[in-house]
C-alpha cells in the first residue's frame, strides 16, 4: 500500500530557531499534501495544502510567515517552523492521497518540543 | 456545533469484548466515511472506507453507516490487547481535497489482557 514517510519523528528545538519537517511519498507521486497539527487528546487540525509547483494554501489562522511549505518535487514537501516558540511544540501530521488508493495516506508524524 | 462529534472516552474493555465506536455528524453532505486508527505518536492508518449507507466488513472490522441518523459506527470483534489506540473517525462531502475532510476528535481504547 501506499507508504507516506515523515522525519524527523521527534525534535526539541531551541526557542527562536527554525526546524524543517519533511514528508516523502516512497511509492507513489502526490501533487498535493497536507500538513495538520494535533494538541494532546484533541483531533487532527488541517493547517495548509502543499501544491507540487505552486504556492502552499494555508487554513485561516494559520501563520504563513510562521509555518512556511515548500513542495518542490512530486514526493516531497517541507514545513519549516520559523522563529519556533514553546506555543509551537505540538504534533505535526503531513497525508497524501495515492490515486490507486482510497482515503488519505499519513505520515508517522513529528513531535516538536521548543524550549 | 461541530461538523463531527465523537465520544473522546477513554474506553476500557477486556479482552476478547465487542467494541462499539460511535461518530454523529450534521452535514447531510457527506458520502464518504474513514476510520483511523493511531497509536500513541504515530500517524492515523486507514482501517475501513466506506461511501455512503451500509456496511463493510474486514476481519474483526465492521464498518456501518447510517445516513438517516447521521451516525457511523465501527465495531470490533474478538477485541485484542493490539487494538489499544485511538481510533478517529473521518469524512467528507468527496472523495478527494482534505480540506474537505472533517475528524473526530478520536477516542481512546484500551483493550485489557
Known amino acids: 500500500g501506499a507508504v507516506v514517510s515523515q522525519h524527523p519523528s521527534r525534535v526539541i528545538c531551541k526557542s527562536g530557531t527554525s526546524v524543517k519537517i519533511e514528508c516523502r511519498s516512497l511509492?507513489?507521486?502526490?501533487?498535493?499534501m497536507f500538513w495538520y497539527r494535533q494538541f494532546p487528546k484533541q483531533s487532527l487540525m488541517l493547517m495548509a495544502t502543499?501544491?507540487?509547483?505552486?504556492?502552499?494554501?494555508?487554513e485561516q489562522g494559520v501563520e504563513k510567515d510562521k509555518f512556511l511549505i515548500n513542495h518542490a518535487s512530486l514526493t516531497l514537501s517541507t514545513l519549516t517552523v520559523t522563529s519556533a516558540h514553546p506555543e509551537d511544540s505540538s504534533f505535526y501530521i503531513c497525508?497524501?492521497?495515492?490515486?490507486?488508493?482510497?482515503?488519505?495516506?499519513f505520515g508517522s508524524g513529528t513531535r516538536l518540543t521548543v524550549v | 456545533q461541530k461538523e463531527v462529534e465523537q465520544d473522546p472516552g477513554p474506553l476500557s474493555v477486556p479482552e476478547g469484548a465487542i467494541v462499539s465506536l460511535n461518530c454523529t455528524y450534521s452535514?447531510?453532505?457527506?458520502?464518504?466515511f474513514m476510520w483511523y486508527r493511531q497509536y500513541s505518536r504515530k500517524g492515523p492508518e486507514l482501517l475501513m472506507y466506506?461511501?455512503?449507507?451500509g456496511n463493510k466488513e474486514d476481519g474483526r472490522f465492521t464498518a456501518q453507516v447510517d445516513k438517516s441518523s447521521k451516525y457511523i459506527s465501527l465495531f470490533i470483534r474478538d477485541s485484542q490487547p493490539s487494538d489499544s489506540a485511538t481510533y478517529l473517525c473521518?469524512?467528507?462531502?468527496?472523495?478527494?481535497?482534505?480540506?474537505?475532510?472533517?475528524f473526530g476528535t478520536g477516542t481512546r481504547l484500551t483493550v485489557i489482557p
Open positions: 511509492d507513489f507521486q502526490a501533487t498535493t
Open positions: 466506506t461511501y455512503s449507507s
Open positions: 497525508s497524501a492521497r495515492d490515486q490507486r488508493s482510497y482515503g488519505y495516506t
Open positions: 502543499s501544491n507540487e509547483g505552486s504556492k502552499a494554501t494555508y
Open positions: 452535514n447531510s453532505a457527506f458520502q464518504y
Open positions: 473521518a469524512m467528507s462531502v468527496g472523495p478527494t481535497g482534505a480540506n474537505n475532510l472533517f
